[in-house]
T-cell receptor, first 109, second 115 residues
Framework: KNEVEQSPQNLTAQEGEFITINCSYS?????LHWLQQHPGGGIVSLFM?????KKHGRLIATINIQEKHSSLHITASHPRDSAVYIC???????????WGAGTKLIIKP | GAGVSQSPRYKVAKRGQDVALRCDPI?????LFWYQQALGQGPEFLTY????????KSGLPSDRFFAERPEGSVSTLKIQRTQQEDSAVYLC?????????????FGQGTRLTVV
C-alpha cells in the first residue's frame, strides 16, 4: 500500500462543474502540499497545509489531520484547469516529500 | 530571475553519452532538491543539498548519477553513460531554509530523452 493515495486517478468533467480530488496518507506528517503539473513537466505549488483550510481564487484545500485526509476543490472549473494534480506530504522529521501518483483532470468546454 | 530555472528544457542524448542538467534556484534558498519523474509517474527523490553540502543522495539510482552544488547556489546533475531508462523529466526544487514548514518552489524541469 502506498503511503500517499490519491483519488480519483483520472477525472473528466464539464466546464463549470465543482471538482474534488482526494488525498489520504498513512504516515505522520508536518505538512501536505497540493501541486499542479501541466504537460511539459513544470510543477507549480498550489498550497501547503498543516491544518484547516486554505483558499486561493477558485481553489480550496482542506486537511483533516486526525483522519489523515486532504481534499482539493476547484469551483467553477475551466478547461485551463486541466492538468495533473499531485498531493505530496512532508514527513514529521524529514525534508523529503512523499508523492501521490497524481490525478489527471480534464475539463471539457 | 524570480523562480527556479532549469536548463536545458529538453535534451536528447545518444545512449552512452554524458549529460549535465543545470538548476538555478531562487536566490538565497538554502535547500535544493533533485527529482526524477518517469512518464506517467510521480516524482522520485534523487538528492538533497543544504547550501553546498549534499546531505542525502540516497535516491540516486546508480553511480552514473552525480550531483554537485559547489558554491551553494547553482546545482548540476550529471548523468554518465546515459541509458534508455534514464529518460525522464528531471525536476529541481528549492526552498528558503531547511525546515519542514518551508515551501518548495519547482523549476519547469528538463526532459531527457535517451535514444
Amino acid at each position: 500500500k502506498n503511503e500517499v493515495e490519491q483519488s480519483p486517478q483520472n477525472l473528466t468533467a464539464q466546464e463549470g462543474e465543482f471538482i474534488t480530488i482526494n488525498c489520504s496518507y498513512s504516515v505522520g506528517i508536518s505538512a501536505l502540499h497540493w501541486l499542479q503539473q501541466h504537460p511539459g513537466g513544470g510543477i507549480v505549488s498550489l498550497f501547503m497545509l498543516s491544518s484547516g483550510k486554505k483558499k486561493h481564487g477558485r481553489l480550496i484545500a482542506t486537511i483533516n489531520i486526525q483522519e489523515k485526509h486532504s481534499s482539493l476543490h476547484i469551483t467553477a472549473s475551466h478547461p485551463r484547469d486541466s492538468a495533473v494534480y499531485i498531493c505530496a506530504v512532508r514527513l514529521d522529521s524529514n525534508y523529503q516529500l512523499i508523492w501521490g501518483a497524481g490525478t489527471k483532470l480534464i475539463i471539457k468546454p | 530571475g524570480a523562480g527556479v530555472s532549469q536548463s536545458p528544457r529538453y535534451k536528447v542524448a545518444k545512449r552512452g553519452q554524458d549529460v549535465a542538467l543545470r538548476c538555478d534556484p531562487i536566490s538565497g534558498h538554502v535547500s535544493l532538491f533533485w527529482y526524477q519523474q518517469a512518464l506517467g509517474q510521480g516524482p522520485e527523490f534523487l538528492t538533497y543539498f543544504q547550501n553546498e553540502a549534499q546531505l542525502d543522495k540516497s535516491g540516486l539510482p546508480s553511480d552514473r548519477f552525480f550531483a554537485e552544488r559547489p558554491e551553494g547556489s547553482v546545482s548540476t546533475l550529471k548523468i554518465q553513460r546515459t541509458q534508455q531508462e534514464d529518460s525522464a523529466v528531471y525536476l529541481c526544487a528549492s526552498s528558503l531554509a531547511y525546515g519542514t514548514y518551508t515551501e518548495a518552489f519547482f523549476g519547469q524541469g528538463t526532459r531527457l530523452t535517451v535514444v
